[in-house]
């Protein structure tokens, strides 16, 4: 949250709960970013940035910022030119070169007389390096940089833009070659256009570039990293019914803890809150509750509840259903409410409470299968013969077999006696 309202804001619409680092960064989770980036420690984000991958336009000023760091928007920007050099070093295995345009100018004897050297050292640890590789190349695979995808190639990269689409950025790179591509205007202005166009652009000279090239995949040593099944959404290793996936981390960093995270709970069809007695349609859900020991002490994570402030009507049921004592309070705000298909948490369910969309007992539903008391109603309330309604008492025999009758046939052995006397005669 930002100033009362929520920040920073995605390309895509609604809310998606907790997510994977390898979904966030497909659909460039900004909120994520920003998460990471202070998880990191923002000098500790800025002196990577500059003492490991090269760039040499950030500021003092950007070292505090954490939406600058994380999302861009420095003081200064950077140049594409040390985007480029920076997204190389994923490709060469984690180790950065200075970029340069020419490797040596030589006379017209074939005399060196400039000479442009360059400059190596290990940025990242290789892991890391071919972790990132597989990140980024989800991006172009399934995510926001498919704009950039060609065939007969290994592409990994990255999308970017900024407030109201004024700028967009795509750094994209494979086994052979890096580029990173701006599009925007001198004066900012709002670019119009379907996809990315710098992702379009970088496809277009790109693709041309690798004609003929045989496709490899990059060679980045994974010997300190172990293959895990780990569960999706808590990053632990996987339990029965936890949605997994096999990956491979550094060995250092391999999860030990298995989820115990998923759990089930009846859930209102219609509103999906938790069910209450007044609910006509039911449902089983699995959630997730970061509260349980090993998803507590392995992954760390405190969850920070989004709310928007409660409507009028919403008050008015939460202080009814506090009246009957349904609820122990009235909670501060609604929860913003995850879209459909992601992961649900069991805090926003008891958060929210119980359904405030059914707040009356339930009709009861009447046994098709059960005799006729007498009443002469099926369960839609007319007569058992189609909506026809007579009179007839035990002593006169006037009625016609399963018209509704009046009088004391409800007692069970005058309705018997009844049943024995009309129920064959065949009127």
């Known amino acids: 949250m930002l100033g009362g309202s929520i920040w920073p804001v995605n390309a895509y619409s609604g809310y998606r709960s907790i997510m994977t680092l390898q979904d966030a960064i497909r659909n460039s989770s900004n909120p994520t970013a920003v998460r990471t980036a202070i998880k990191l420690t923002l000098p500790a984000s800025y002196a990577f940035m500059t003492e490991n991958l090269g760039f040499t336009t950030l500021t003092n000023d950007d070292m505090t910022a954490a939406g600058a760091l994380a999302l861009g928007g420095l003081s200064k920007g950077v140049t594409t030119?040390?985007?480029?050099a920076a997204y190389a070093s994923f490709a060469r295995g984690g180790v950065y070169t200075t970029p340069r345009t020419y490797t040596e100018v030589l006379d017209h004897n074939g005399n060196v007389i400039l000479e442009n050297k360059t400059e190596s050292h290990?940025?990242?640890?290789?892991?890391?390096?071919?972790?990132?590789?597989?990140l980024l190349k989800n991006v172009v695979r399934s995510g926001t940089g498919t704009g950039a995808n060609f065939s007969g190639m290994t592409i990994a990269g990255k999308t970017?833009?900024?407030n109201s689409n004024n700028d967009r950025y795509f750094v994209g790179y494979t086994p052979y070659y890096t580029a990173a591509v701006w599009v925007g205007y001198d004066t900012p202005?709002?670019?119009?256009?379907s996809g990315n166009p710098a992702a379009t652009l970088w496809k277009t000279f790109m693709s041309k570039v690798h004609a003929g090239l045989p496709n490899k995949d990059f060679e980045v040593s994974s010997a300190d990293m172990v293959s895990v099944t780990v569960c999706t959404q808590t990053g632990l290793l996987a339990s029965a019914g936890c949605p997994s996936q096999t990956v491979k981390v550094a060995k250092s960093y391999a999860p030990s803890l298995s989820c115990d995270g998923h759990i089930s709970v009846t859930v209102c069809a219609d509103s999906g809150m938790l069910a209450s007695d007044y609910c006509p349609n039911v449902t089983t859900a699995y959630v997730l509750d970061l509260s349980q020991p090993n998803v507590s002490s392995g992954w760390g994570y405190k969850r920070e509840l989004l709310t928007t402030p409660l409507s009028a009507a919403l008050q008015a049921t939460y202080q009814a259903q506090l009246e009957e004592g349904l609820i122990s309070s009235i909670p501060a705000g609604e929860p913003v409410r995850t879209n459909s298909g992601t992961v649900q948490l069991y805090s926003d369910?008891?958060?929210s409470g119980v359904c405030t969309t059914h707040t009356t007992p339930l009709e009861p539903t009447p046994d098709p299968d059960a005799p006729d008391d007498g009443s002469g109603t099926t369960p839609g309330g007319d007569a058992t013969t189609g909506g026809d309604s007579g009179t007839q008492t035990p002593s006169d025999n006037t009625g016609t077999a399963g018209d509704s009758a009046s009088g004391d046939v409800g007692d069970n052995g005058q309705f018997l006696n009844w049943l024995l006397n009309n129920g064959g005669t065949g009127r």
Not at 122 to 134: D, F, G, K, Q
């Open 160 to 162: 970017g833009s900024t």
């Open 349 to 351: 369910l008891m958060y």
């Open 81 to 84: 030119r040390e985007m480029a």
């Open 189 to 193: 202005t709002r670019i119009v256009a």
């Open 122 to 134: 290990v940025a990242m640890n290789e892991s890391t390096a071919y972790a990132m590789n597989e």
